[in-house]
């Protein structure tokens, strides 16, 4: 049995932090399998995502301060210690770099990081950061979009890079009864409405206020449903108002029930600023639902090519055409089969395991 511990920034709902959690469930049994929250507290993360209950024996929290730590190294080292870790996982620029200073200092752990997205690395600070990062233990870098591989390679040209796309898991984001589904969410809405979905932060990144405003070009019968919260929500409301919009615009802040979630929607929109390679669209496709989403990132990569539509830009009337055209389309083939051939967890977690120990003897 080996020890495989994950590093994160936080423990919050997202995308990042979801796929983590799959990888507990799907990476195989014979191995001892954790995660470190270098931020916050089981406490305060279990109020904030209910999910974690199951996997709380699992979870380590480091509750860092402020600012760089020395001490949250040390206590990265003691974990490294205590567990006997034979590999460290870690995901996005912060854990990249207290891992690599830690796999530096403890040379019998083998260091793996994801990169999730690349757009970040246009920051001067955090593009030091990373080179710095990957210059003191050396992971085995993964890319989990061709599309950040890509970028990666044009910064860090030398630098081997593996690519290993994200899964979720089939058998809980399944296919469902649409009205059923409608019902368990407490919506009172006409058989005949068509309703269009969003889950993700509530942030300006996220692009939302274009989805809204995508809602006045399309008939009354149309509505959408936006799962999700943060500090953009006063707003995104304010705008809902003014649009008059209150009746067709439903706001349900953070849905622990996913898959009932996007077995409610006809279609699934993703009007993103920016992406990495986002998991919201292989859940709803996953669940039957057709997507519409933004061609930024690596979103291309996660759509179905004849059941899903991309849009060129994100400009509320390109929205609201793409979702016109996309619910009058018949539909030829089913999306989730494509999730199933693609972006099985099962699949991803084997990958993973494979580089872990790629020259180890297990």
Same mark, same amino acid.
């Given at each position: 049995m080996k020890t495989i511990v994950h590093v994160v920034q936080h423990l919050a709902p997202g995308g990042l932090?979801?796929?983590?959690? @799959?990888?507990?469930?799907?990476?195989?049994?014979?191995?001892?399998?954790?995660?470190?929250?270098?931020?916050? &507290?089981?406490?305060?993360?279990? +109020? #904030?995502?209910?999910r974690l209950k199951e996997y709380q024996h699992q979870l380590i929290f480091l509750n860092k301060p402020a600012g760089f730590s020395l001490s949250t190294i040390s206590q990265l080292l003691t974990v490294f210690k205590e567990y006997k870790v034979d590999v460290v996982h870690s995901h996005h620029i912060g854990p990249l770099l207290y891992s690599g200073f830690a796999a530096m200092l403890n040379r019998k752990v083998n260091h793996v990081h994801t990169e999730h997205d690349a757009w970040h690395l246009n920051t001067k600070k955090h593009l030091y950061l990373q080179k710095l990062a990957l210059? *003191? !233990?050396?992971? $085995?870098?993964v890319a989990d979009a061709n599309f950040v591989k890509n970028t990666l390679k044009n910064i860090f040209q030398e630098y081997p890079i593996h690519t290993i796309k994200n899964g979720i898991d089939p058998y809980k984001f399944t296919a469902g009864n649409k009205h059923q589904a409608r019902k368990e969410l407490g919506l009172h809405l006409p058989k005949n409405i068509k309703l269009i979905g969003n889950a993700a932060?509530?942030?300006?990144?996220?692009?939302? /206020? +274009?989805? %809204?405003?995508? =809602?006045?070009?399309?008939?009354? @019968?149309?509505?959408?449903?936006?799962?999700? !919260? #943060?500090?953009? $929500?006063?707003?995104?409301?304010? *705008? &809902?108002?003014?649009?008059?919009?209150?009746?067709?615009?439903?706001?349900?802040?953070? %849905?622990?029930? =996913? /898959? &009932?979630f996007y077995q409610s929607l006809d279609i699934f929109c993703l009007p993103s600023n920016n992406e990495g390679f986002p998991l919201s669209t292989l859940e709803a496709q996953s669940c039957g639902i057709p997507c519409v989403a933004h061609n930024v990132g690596g979103v291309s990569e996660t759509l179905c090519p004849t059941?899903?539509? *991309?849009?060129?830009?994100?400009? /509320?009337l390109s929205l609201a055409t793409a979702i016109e055209e996309l619910t009058n389309q018949q539909i030829q083939d089913n999306p989730r089969t494509f999730i199933l051939n693609n972006n099985d967890a099962k699949s991803m977690a084997s990958a993973y395991e494979n580089l872990y120990f790629s020259g180890v003897s297990i």
């Amino acid at each position: 049995m080996k020890t495989i511990v994950h590093v994160v920034q936080h423990l919050a709902p997202g995308g990042l932090e979801a796929m983590v959690l @799959d990888m507990l469930t799907f990476t195989n049994p014979k191995h001892n399998i954790m995660v470190v929250s270098l931020d916050g &507290t089981l406490d305060s993360a279990l +109020n #904030g995502w209910p999910r974690l209950k199951e996997y709380q024996h699992q979870l380590i929290f480091l509750n860092k301060p402020a600012g760089f730590s020395l001490s949250t190294i040390s206590q990265l080292l003691t974990v490294f210690k205590e567990y006997k870790v034979d590999v460290v996982h870690s995901h996005h620029i912060g854990p990249l770099l207290y891992s690599g200073f830690a796999a530096m200092l403890n040379r019998k752990v083998n260091h793996v990081h994801t990169e999730h997205d690349a757009w970040h690395l246009n920051t001067k600070k955090h593009l030091y950061l990373q080179k710095l990062a990957l210059s *003191l !233990s050396k992971p $085995k870098l993964v890319a989990d979009a061709n599309f950040v591989k890509n970028t990666l390679k044009n910064i860090f040209q030398e630098y081997p890079i593996h690519t290993i796309k994200n899964g979720i898991d089939p058998y809980k984001f399944t296919a469902g009864n649409k009205h059923q589904a409608r019902k368990e969410l407490g919506l009172h809405l006409p058989k005949n409405i068509k309703l269009i979905g969003n889950a993700a932060r509530l942030e300006a990144v996220k692009g939302h /206020p +274009n989805l %809204i405003e995508a =809602m006045i070009f399309l008939k009354d @019968d149309y509505h959408l449903l936006l799962a999700g !919260s #943060g500090t953009q $929500k006063d707003y995104l409301q304010h *705008l &809902t108002r003014q649009y008059k919009l209150e009746d067709r615009v439903h706001f349900l802040g953070h %849905i622990e029930q =996913m /898959p &009932t979630f996007y077995q409610s929607l006809d279609i699934f929109c993703l009007p993103s600023n920016n992406e990495g390679f986002p998991l919201s669209t292989l859940e709803a496709q996953s669940c039957g639902i057709p997507c519409v989403a933004h061609n930024v990132g690596g979103v291309s990569e996660t759509l179905c090519p004849t059941s899903s539509k *991309l849009v060129n830009n994100n400009l /509320p009337l390109s929205l609201a055409t793409a979702i016109e055209e996309l619910t009058n389309q018949q539909i030829q083939d089913n999306p989730r089969t494509f999730i199933l051939n693609n972006n099985d967890a099962k699949s991803m977690a084997s990958a993973y395991e494979n580089l872990y120990f790629s020259g180890v003897s297990i």
